[in-house]
């Protein structure tokens, strides 16, 4: 079996990468003008700059920058406030006794950007964009949908209420327990967006979701293109101002080009390493200290239900047990991830008792053998004139196409013919209405790797409730259409269980019967990999909220 090597494949696009760190050297004299500027380089755009409408991590990390939810995590998973005076608790009073109310009290000295108040009025208006279904990008509406009143006059309105301009109270229908973790991550501005969307009855497509003109975190936004966006201080922050003038993010073409960039020193931070590129830049001696933040992700494949060839265990028992996790992990990830046993691995949530699938090929070959799927003359497996072929997807990250060349390897040795396809992250995980991969059903595997809402272990990309149709406008998290009831069950009593010991008990069984029923196909415990030169200072990247410190983060 052979394997091109990282350098081979850069080789490809050197002339390329020369022009394009030429370009980027054109930074490097700001930071002789302006000692408090950094650049940061990311290898994808961000899909959206509205928290609302991206689930891309380019998004989510700028989120940490430009918009500021009621709390955020630091990087030991305590929650800080932001906007909030303090983190609900049943002592504090911002829980009732039954765990379905949750009442947040606001500073009253927190302004956008723009010098307008942010109100519990902004709150509100989240909430609502959040639940509205005209707003279809939105593929996770949890946990607002979950605090919508059953009946009444404001049923199509999230239960959200303002009492006062400075408290916020929202009602579950439900106890919710997985609410510290999602509940107003972002808050966005009323008094911007309401008019849009009341003309427009939905906030899809609009140009201020890549450039919004208020800002609520310690950055604003000062201009963007195809090529970077540049923040500067928000000398309006609520909080601690941001002890750096200015954060340029340049977006890089591929990894190859941030690798560069950030051994001669043109990027101060390259952020979302491979395991190859991390070990690259010990051994270049770039001014550069790696640091690896777990958080909570665990690579797998995602499986498409809705292939009836996948409806069949023993298919799917077969394929994860097809994969030599120890040969994949050498090639895609340098040797140094860990095998995962489950989409909660690395955490209490997983049953401890699971291990990771032990590599059987032969075991493998049988299981389909007894499923009626025989190796035709081609090597390839058939069952009544059907071919047994899977499209395998995933995005065009380095890590992930040589992990695709391997598993392609490993499955055509038991009879599986898989045809690979790599798309751009803006494709690959883009809504149904804009065709996106994943949304529109265009594959039987996919790779990615998708966190719970870390700390908490809850998701909804398992729920049958998820599954996007028509009557949903296609919005949901549950791309694989997975539908099982136990499972249903099992998370809808997770999600009432505020006793944390309790819920513990109920996501081991979550994480036994996808095991069992191989839902999900585990490969190893990701990491976060971040360079960071050591001129920047100040920065402890979090695993739940990356940038949550960046108005800390200094040069010297």
């Not at 630091?74 to 906007?83: I, R, Y």
């Not at 239960?159 to 966005?188: G, H, S």
């Not at 008990?505 to 196909?521: G, R």
């Amino acid at each position: 079996m052979h394997y091109r090597s990282l350098g081979e494949r850069s080789r490809a696009s050197f002339l390329f990468l020369l022009t394009f760190l030429f370009a980027l050297s054109l930074i490097a004299p700001v930071h002789a003008q302006t000692v408090s500027s950094i650049t940061i380089t990311l290898i994808t755009p961000p899909d959206s700059l509205n928290p609302a409408f991206t689930y891309e991590r380019s998004g989510l990390l700028i989120r940490d920058l430009i918009f500021s939810g009621a709390w955020t995590f630091d990087d030991k998973l305590n929650p800080v406030p932001l906007l909030a005076v303090q983190f609900p608790t049943l002592a504090n009073g911002g829980v009732s006794k039954d765990g379905k109310v949750i009442t947040i009290k606001l500073r009253p000295d927190a302004i956008w950007s723009d010098g307008q108040p942010i109100s519990s009025d902004d709150f509100v208006f989240t909430a609502n964009v959040y639940t509205n279904d005209n707003n279809h990008s939105i593929l996770q509406r949890s946990p607002y949908d979950l605090a919508i009143p059953k009946q009444g006059p404001d049923a199509n309105q999230v239960n959200v209420k303002a009492p006062d301009k400075n408290t916020v109270v929202i009602t579950f229908n439900e106890v919710y327990a997985a609410w510290p973790a999602t509940l107003f991550r972002a808050v966005l501005p009323a008094h911007i967006l309401r008019p849009i969307f009341d003309k427009a009855h939905s906030l899809e497509g609009i140009d201020w979701n890549l450039h919004p003109t208020v800002s609520s975190g310690p950055f604003t936004l000062k201009n963007s293109d195809a090529g970077s966006l540049t923040f500067v201080r928000n000398d309006k922050y609520f909080g601690t101002k941001a002890k750096l003038d200015q954060i340029v993010i340049q977006i890089v073409p591929d990894a190859a080009t941030q690798l560069a960039a950030v051994k001669v020193a043109v990027a101060d931070m390259g952020t979302l390493l491979t395991a190859a590129e991390a070990a690259d830049l010990r051994a270049s001696g770039a001014p550069v200290q790696i640091m690896a933040v777990p958080g909570g992700y665990n690579e797998g494949l995602f499986l498409n239900f809705a292939n009836p060839i996948l409806a069949d265990v023993k298919v799917r028992k077969a394929l994860a047990s097809a994969i030599d996790r120890v040969a994949l992990i050498a090639f895609a990830q340098n040797g140094i991830a860990k095998p995962s046993a489950g989409f909660w691995d690395g955490t209490p949530y997983q049953d401890a008792s699971l291990q990771p699938l032990a590599f059987d090929a032969d075991g493998a070959g049988k299981m389909l053998d007894g499923a009626g799927w025989k190796v035709g003359s081609d090597g390839i497996r058939e069952k009544n004139k059907v071919k047994l072929k899977l499209r395998f997807a995933t995005n065009q990250r380095d890590f992930r196409t040589q992990a695709q060349t391997v598993l392609q390897s490993q499955f055509k040795a038991i009879g599986v013919d898989i045809e690979p396809t790599a798309y751009p992250n803006a494709v690959f995980f883009a809504s149904y209405a804009a065709g996106g991969t994943l949304a529109t059903g265009q594959f039987d595997i996919a790779e990615w790797s998708a966190s719970p809402d870390y700390p908490d272990p809850a998701t909804t990309r398992f729920l049958t409730s998820q599954i996007g149709t028509k009557e949903n406008g296609f919005a949901g998290a549950n791309v694989s259409h997975l539908s099982d009831p136990a499972l249903d069950k099992l998370f809808e009593t997770a999600a009432k269980t505020a006793d944390a010991a309790a819920r513990i008990k109920i996501f081991n069984q979550i994480s036994k019967l996808m095991a069992d029923k191989v839902y999900w196909i585990p490969l190893w415990q990701s990491a976060d990999l971040w360079a960071i030169n050591k001129r920047l200072m100040g920065v402890t990247i979090g695993g739940v909220s990356p940038w949550w410190n960046a108005a800390s983060w200094t040069v010297g």
